[in-house]
């Protein structure tokens, strides 16, 4: 396994972002209290450039590189916003970028990816048919390959997030943090136990798409199929340095797919915000369970407002 980040890692790569990225927003929105019956601050991650949290990883990943690494460039795979972050972040420092995605991914997805400036490859069927093309041509090319949860770059750029939080909001109950490959939830523990120790760390994931929780939950990285329509959370295994840091989590919560079309809905009725999915599954873990939270403080990520047309279309249903 890479070396674990730790607090001092974030506070570093803070040093880095500052250069790139000002702090987002974190609101309380009173009719959102209301509805939920606590106070629930809402972590804007959908609105940095690339529209999800991770560009704070990428950039700091780029940012670290040697100049000969980023001659060389960089290989990833991806089906969707971890995509966005490196191609945003290598361009940022002029560095090369391969992306391979799945031959079917979402032409939204890969138009976007090219946009940036990357170089899109797609192939095979699936993540991790991508996977294993990115890791040919990284060995045949001499670019890093960058996994998009075993690289600790990611996740001390990532954790940049939680300063922020507890630092707005130092006495949080919860902290509520979506989960794909565990980047996020795992640099909450590490910012956390530093900063806001009695503050509970809870990961949530669709129940449709179970690996990173069933990882958690047996000790170990399973894969399990991915059903669930939020991609973000859909990373079908469980991944060695996230699922070692989140040991320290206080809990891990399923939801299910209507629970965050439901919470999407109301970010958009409640908090004039356009969430993706993966944004909206930390509130319906506290939609889904009132008792747990009620009269409670917590912040719950809004990790991206990369919506699909579907999810655009969902929001005017009930
Ligand atoms: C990637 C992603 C997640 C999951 O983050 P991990 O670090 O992979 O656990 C959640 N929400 C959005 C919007 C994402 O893009």
């Given at each position: ?25 974190m609101w309380a929105y009173p009719a959102l209290d209301a509805a939920l019956g606590a106070t629930v601050y809402v972590k ?121 939080i507890f630092?707005a909001v130092p006495d949080l109950d919860a902290v509520l ?15 956390a136990?530093?900063?806001a120790?009695r503050c509970r760390v809870i990961?949530v ?45 206080a809990d891990?919560h399923?939801v299910?797919?209507?629970q965050?079309?439901?919470a999407?809905?109301l970010?958009?009725?409640h908090a ?10 930390a509130l319906a873990a506290v939609l889904a369970r009132p008792a747990e939270f009620a009269g409670l403080r917590v912040a719950v ?18």
């Amino acid at each position: 396994m890479e070396a674990a980040p730790t607090f001092a890692d974030v506070l570093a790569a803070r040093e880095v972002l500052v250069r790139h990225l000002p702090a987002t927003p974190m609101w309380a929105y009173p009719a959102l209290d209301a509805a939920l019956g606590a106070t629930v601050y809402v972590k804007h991650e959908n609105v940095q450039p690339v529209g999800a949290f991770k560009v704070r990883g990428g950039l700091t990943l780029l940012a670290g590189l040697t100049p000969d690494q980023r001659a060389r460039g960089v290989v990833t795979y991806s089906t969707g916003n971890h995509a966005q972050s490196i191609a945003y972040a290598s361009t940022a420092h002029a560095a090369p970028c391969t992306v391979v995605m799945p031959a079917a991914a979402n032409e939204a997805k890969v138009r976007a990816v090219r946009s940036l400036g990357a170089t899109v490859v797609l192939h095979g069927a699936d993540i991790s048919d991508a996977q294993a093309r990115a890791e040919e041509l990284a060995a045949a090319g001499g670019g890093l390959l960058v996994s998009p949860g075993d690289t600790p770059a990611l996740l001390s750029g990532v954790g940049t997030a939680f300063l922020e939080i507890f630092e707005a909001v130092p006495d949080l109950d919860a902290v509520l943090v979506p989960v794909g490959s565990g980047t996020g939830a795992a640099a909450a523990c590490v910012v956390a136990a530093e900063l806001a120790p009695r503050c509970r760390v809870i990961a949530v994931q669709s129940a449709a798409s179970p690996a990173g929780h069933d990882s958690w939950r047996e000790g170990r990285c399973v894969r399990r199929p991915n059903r669930t329509v939020v991609d973000g959370l859909a990373t079908g295994r469980g991944f060695t340095l996230p699922q070692y840091l989140m040991r320290e989590l206080a809990d891990f919560h399923l939801v299910t797919d209507a629970q965050i079309a439901a919470a999407a809905r109301l970010l958009a009725s409640h908090a004039h915000t356009l969430a993706e999915g993966a944004g909206a599954a930390a509130l319906a873990a506290v939609l889904a369970r009132p008792a747990e939270f009620a009269g409670l403080r917590v912040a719950v990520v809004c990790s991206g407002g990369n919506a699909s047309p579907a999810e655009v279309a969902a929001l005017a249903g009930s």
